[in-house]
Every structure is written in structure tokens, then in C-alpha cells.
Nanobody, 113 residues
Framework: QVQPVESGGGLVQPGGSLRLSCAAFRRLFSIYTIGWYRQAPGRQRELVAQITSGGTINYSDSVKGRFTISRDNAKNTVYLQMNNLKPEDTAVYYC???????WGQGTQVTVSS
């Protein structure tokens, strides 16, 4: 299986916005639940948001109201729109199918003045 490829990270000021993209290469991508995860140095990877094949969405409490997950099955892509970013959002962000053991490179998000 091929891991998704994340992009769109960068350095932003507190209160800024970024949109992350996840290009997935699984066969039958449209049937999978896809999650966005993040991991800060010295911290455990955590689930930030996920979206099912039917469009059901869940967010962690820490990002609820600020982040929006969406998917475009025709493009095999999942997005994470991040608004009102906070320094504590700083992490490497990954996308994957929940339960997956192996992880890709991720994309770095740094929120700092």
C-alpha cells in the first residue's frame, strides 16, 4: 500500500490560516475514512479530524470551530482548512486511514510570531 502525500504546511503567525492537502493513492479511496493527525515533538500523535466515505465528520475538541475537513473523491484528495491558528497547533500533520501502522512524511505546520 502507498501512503498518502501531505502538502500545504508552512510558517504562519498566530491567527493565520493554512489549507493542507492530502493526496491519496489507495485503490477505492472513496470508500475509506480518512483522518488528519498531528504530532508535536515529544508528544504522541493525535487525531485532529476525520471524514468518512459518507461525509460524516469528527473533530477533536482542540480544533473544533477552527478547522474544517473535506474531501474530493474525484481528485482522491482530503483537505484540512485551518483557521485562527494557535502556537499549540504547531506539529507535523499527517493524513491516513485510521488504524494504519505506517506513516508518511507529513507536512510541518509552525505557528509563531
Amino acid at each position: 500500500q502507498v501512503q498518502p502525500v501531505e502538502s500545504g504546511g508552512g510558517l504562519v503567525q498566530p491567527g493565520g490560516s493554512l489549507r493542507l492537502s492530502c493526496a491519496a493513492f489507495r485503490r477505492l479511496f472513496s470508500i475509506y475514512t480518512i483522518g488528519w493527525y498531528r504530532q508535536a515533538p515529544g508528544r504522541q500523535r493525535e487525531l485532529v479530524a476525520q471524514i468518512t466515505s459518507g461525509g460524516t465528520i469528527n473533530y477533536s475538541d482542540s480544533v473544533k470551530g477552527r478547522f474544517t475537513i473535506s474531501r474530493d473523491n474525484a481528485k482522491n484528495t482530503v483537505y484540512l482548512q485551518m483557521n485562527n491558528l494557535k502556537p499549540e497547533d504547531t506539529a507535523v500533520y499527517y493524513c491516513n486511514v485510521p488504524g494504519t501502522i505506517s506513516w508518511g512524511q507529513g507536512t510541518q505546520v509552525t505557528v509563531s510570531s
